[in-house]
């Protein structure tokens, strides 16, 4: 079992940044990728971005360039600083994990981007 806690979400004005930490714990080092997913109001949950063990990262189009995912394996960390923000970056974000075949969710943080 993995138990994921974000923090970090809150109100920013357009272009400005926030950082989303994601701690982990639980059976932490059967953990191979973590992602970012986020649910804007009406629309479906979409991956933002994954990191795999190893720390190779990949980004959703609309996020690509302005958002870094990464994790500190030494904290059972994984971090999202968004920078650029958007009105349509607006949305929970949640914290994702994959071990041992089972995929484990956080709670969720709201990040509320206005214009």
């Known amino acids: 079992q993995v138990q994921l806690v974000e923090s970090g979400g809150g109100l920013v004005q357009a272009g400005g940044s926030l950082r989303l930490s994601c701690a982990a714990s639980?059976?932490?080092?059967?953990?191979?990728?973590m992602a970012w997913y986020r649910q804007a109001p009406g629309k479906q949950r979409e991956a933002v971005a994954v990191?795999?063990?190893?720390?190779?990262?990949n980004y959703v189009n609309s996020v690509r360039g302005r958002f870094t995912i990464s994790r500190d394996n030494a904290k059972n960390t994984a971090y999202l600083q968004m920078n650029s923000l958007k009105p349509e970056d607006t949305g929970v974000y949640y914290c994702?994990?994959?071990?041992?075949?089972?995929?484990?969710w956080g709670q969720g943080t709201q990040v509320t981007v206005s214009s």
């Open positions: 990191i795999t063990k190893g720390g190779g990262a």
């Open positions: 639980g059976s932490i080092f059967s953990i191979n990728t």
């Open positions: 994702a994990a994959r071990s041992e075949g089972s995929d484990y």
